[in-house]
């Protein structure tokens, strides 16, 4: 499923570009349909200059017949020249790159494919979220030149892209910490991982077993379709065991996207949520973290997550193919290079290195 996690709703009309909310990011220099449409006119107009040519109805008077044919063959090369063979070049031209996956990642990436279209304008760049579940599908399956996934490809999923002929390349591009937030009013600001784990199974209850008010959890939590459910289940609930037999509450809101989880937050004194760094705003508060009781709290920061003391906390992943294309390459050297990774800053991700 698409979603444009943002909200955000209107036309950019310079260079073509549209935004709206269930549609991927694209820059559209020509519309294929439009394409194709000029070229059937096209193709009818000379098959009907042919059959006026060679249809005895037509052929009792060789001087109509032929100013009648190079009258219709003219119309047919105007139209080629205008409409047709120009912009099927252009259009064979232009290599629209498809990346899908990790809503985590989705502003990320329509970020840095502004960027990369301004720096190659003859390529385009289609950019849609979903969870990274379901980037993974669609590179295993080839509907998509890069999935963006907050997760690892498991064993398994590396075998079925095999097995259809397509190995994966994995390549790390920045790294994120995972927020766990409350409402700003909630009293509750420290919590230790086992108490995380004891929320969100469901083996308390209440706000009052960890220190707040006397009021019952609202959990929430990504949808599993999402390599941030995922992480977050592996990490927190089973405590880095990944097979372990622990599972979210079953009175867990499962929430089709960080923003959403934001929303809710913002609006509920009592919930209880994670959301990717990059999400976190204002109108939430972030809570203080520690593996174990003797451990210090720490919250998920620039330095915390790159120095690894933030334990909750991921690489974000491009998965392409090995044999990728070079305009597929050159975006992923883009997404690496300091302009690239100044966007993964300002965007309060994590940059691969500490000098950015």
């Known amino acids: 499923m698409v979603k444009w996690v943002n909200g955000y709703t209107g036309t950019r009309v310079k260079g073509f570009e549209t935004r709206s909310p269930g549609y991927p990011y694209t820059r559209r220099p020509a519309n294929p349909l439009t394409l194709v449409s000029l070229h059937t006119l096209y193709l009818s107009v000379l098959f009907f200059s042919v059959t006026i040519s060679t249809n005895p109805l037509f052929n009792h008077k060789g001087e109509f017949m032929s100013r009648t044919f190079k009258l219709l063959t003219l119309v047919a090369l105007i139209f080629s020249s205008l409409f047709g063979f120009s912009s099927l070049s252009y259009a064979e031209k232009t290599k629209m790159i498809q990346i899908k996956g990790s809503d985590t990642m989705v502003n990320l990436g329509q970020s840095w494919a502004e960027e990369y279209m301004q720096k190659y304008p003859d390529r385009s760049v289609a950019v849609t979220g979903g969870g990274s579940g379901t980037g993974i599908s669609a590179i295993i399956a080839g509907t998509c030149d890069i999935a963006e996934a907050s997760r690892n490809m498991t064993s398994g999923e590396k075998a079925k892209a095999e097995a259809n002929g397509r190995k994966v390349k994995e390549t790390t591009v920045a790294y994120d910490g995972i927020a766990v937030i409350v409402n700003p009013a909630n009293p509750v600001s420290k919590l230790n991982i086992?108490?995380?784990?004891?929320?969100?199974?469901?083996?308390?209850?209440?706000?009052?077993?960890?220190?707040?008010?006397?009021?019952?959890?609202?959990?929430l939590s990504?949808?599993?379709?999402?390599?941030?459910?995922?992480?977050?289940?592996?990490?927190?609930?089973?405590?880095?065991?990944?097979?372990?037999p622990e599972e979210y509450a079953t009175s867990a809101l499962m929430m089709p996207s960080s923003q959403a989880i934001a929303e809710e937050v913002k609006s509920s004194q009592t919930a209880i949520g994670y959301i990717g760094l990059g999400y976190v705003n204002k109108d939430l508060k972030i809570l203080e973290v520690a593996q174990a009781e003797n451990e210090p709290f720490l919250i998920p920061s620039l330095d915390t997550v790159q120095d690894g003391t933030y334990k909750i906390s991921r690489p974000l992943y491009f998965y392409t193919y090995e044999n990728a294309g070079q305009d597929i390459q050159d975006f992923i050297q883009f997404a690496l290079n300091p302009q690239g990774q100044e966007i993964v800053r300002t965007l309060d991700f994590v940059p691969l290195k500490k000098n950015v």
Do not use: M, Y
């Not at 086992?194 to 609202?218: C, R």
């Open 222 to 244: 990504r949808e599993r379709n999402s390599g941030t459910h995922i992480f977050f289940l592996e990490h927190v609930l089973r405590r880095g065991k990944a097979k372990g």
């Open 194 to 219: 086992a108490q995380l784990g004891d929320i969100f199974t469901g083996k308390i209850t209440n706000w009052s077993a960890v220190g707040g008010e006397n009021k019952p959890f609202l959990i």
